[in-house]
């Protein structure tokens, strides 16, 4: 039910929250101790694996690769590395973070409580710091590949979130879109970060960063769930069915793969014209998705009852 209609209530786990707002101090990142960035770095090494990159197995890439020397090779994932960094940072700044100040201001019901409004802000403290890892590792990286001049495209995520924003003037579904976007992204990066984190082939310094960042990301899955499902159940059924179709059209905006953005480092790997290359295997990926471990998410749409209401293959 919507917050002007009928008393709000806050529909959680409380234990779960309690338990998360307690450990906050001992468990993350922000209250560890830094990383030496100076450190541990074996220029040998690269900062990012091939096998990530949606044409890393490609033939006509590998070719390309087998061609170049060790320097362009090595500066290529490092430019890479920096990219995937700058696009974490587009996800903490223009979709997680906005979505836990409208959560601060109560512009979503179900969340005016104080733990969950602490549970919330310690969020927030690591979502900044987040940003700030990956400012700093993306600046090392790019002094020690001469990589300054390496600019981030616009992310496709952002391009369609806007096209989603742009189908309402209701402020109130406005929040919703948002709140579909960064629940999708706050229940299933700990698995993305975990792919990388979980590879020994690149510099032990990116593998220890983005572990960190993972076990963050582990608590603010549940943490995320929790909320979406407080927010959910003071929906009244109008806005009920906003939701579930902004989130079905969410789903499906988070497996497309942004070939600008993996494309967007290739002339660090060659000088070459490689449109042809980006259009043809641009054509090849438009019928693959970017592959994430959908379970905990399912796990709330079937508590909630409403998996049959969104028009998604989670397989
Ligand atoms: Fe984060
Ligand atoms: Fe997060």
């Known amino acids: 039910m919507h917050p002007d209609q009928t008393e709000e209530i806050?529909?959680?786990d409380r234990k779960v929250m309690a338990k998360m707002a307690a450990t906050w101090s001992d468990r993350v990142a922000v209250r560890k101790e830094r990383l030496d960035l100076s450190q541990?770095?074996?220029?040998?090494?690269?900062?990012?694996?091939?096998?990530?990159?949606?044409?890393?197995?490609?033939?006509?890439f590998r070719a390309i690769l087998d061609e170049q020397g060790d320097q362009?090779?090595?500066?290529?994932l490092a430019a890479t590395w920096i990219a995937y960094n700058e696009r974490v940072i587009f996800i903490e700044d223009d979709v997680v973070q906005p979505f836990c100040a409208l959560l601060r201001k109560n512009l979503l019901p179900g969340?005016?409580?104080?733990?969950?409004?602490?549970?919330?802000?310690?969020?927030?403290?690591?979502?900044?710091?987040?940003?700030?890892?990956?400012?700093?590792?993306?600046?090392?990286?790019r002094a020690r590949h001469r990589l300054n001049d390496y600019v981030l495209p616009p992310p496709l995520l952002g391009k369609r979130i806007r096209e989603q924003l742009a189908t309402t003037d209701d402020v109130f579904e406005h929040a919703?879109?948002?709140?579909?976007?960064?629940?999708?992204?706050e229940t299933t990066i700990h698995d993305y970060l975990r792919k990388l984190s979980t590879i020994t082939s690149i510099q032990p310094l990116n593998r220890i960063h983005t572990e960190m960042h993972r076990r963050d990301e582990a608590a603010h899955g549940t943490i995320f769930l929790e909320i979406a499902r407080s927010v959910y159940r003071n929906l009244d059924a109008a806005r009920e069915r906003a939701l579930l179709s902004f989130f079905t059209k969410?789903?499906?905006?988070?497996?497309?793969?942004?070939?600008?953005?993996?494309?967007?480092?290739?002339?660090?790997?060659?000088?070459?014209?490689?449109?042809?290359?980006?259009?043809?295997?641009?054509?090849?990926?438009?019928r693959r998705r970017v592959g994430r471990d959908y379970g905990a998410l399912l796990q709330l749409l079937d508590d909630l009852g409403v998996r049959d209401k969104v028009d998604f293959s989670f397989s």
């Open 10 to 12: 806050v529909a959680l």
């Open 40 to 60: 541990y770095y074996d220029p040998s090494i690269p900062d990012f694996p091939l096998e990530i990159i949606p044409f890393g197995a490609d033939p006509e």
């Open 72 to 76: 362009s090779r090595l500066r290529f």
């Open 111 to 141: 969340v005016n409580d104080d733990l969950v409004q602490q549970v919330i802000v310690q969020s927030q403290v690591d979502e900044q710091f987040h940003t700030l890892m990956c400012l700093e590792v993306c600046s090392s990286a």
């Open 176 to 185: 919703l879109i948002l709140m579909s976007y960064a629940t999708i992204s």
């Open 250 to 286: 969410a789903l499906h905006d988070s497996v497309e793969i942004d070939m600008s953005f993996w494309s967007s480092t290739l002339p660090y790997l060659d000088t070459r014209d490689w449109r042809p290359f980006i259009e043809r295997v641009g054509r090849d990926l438009s």
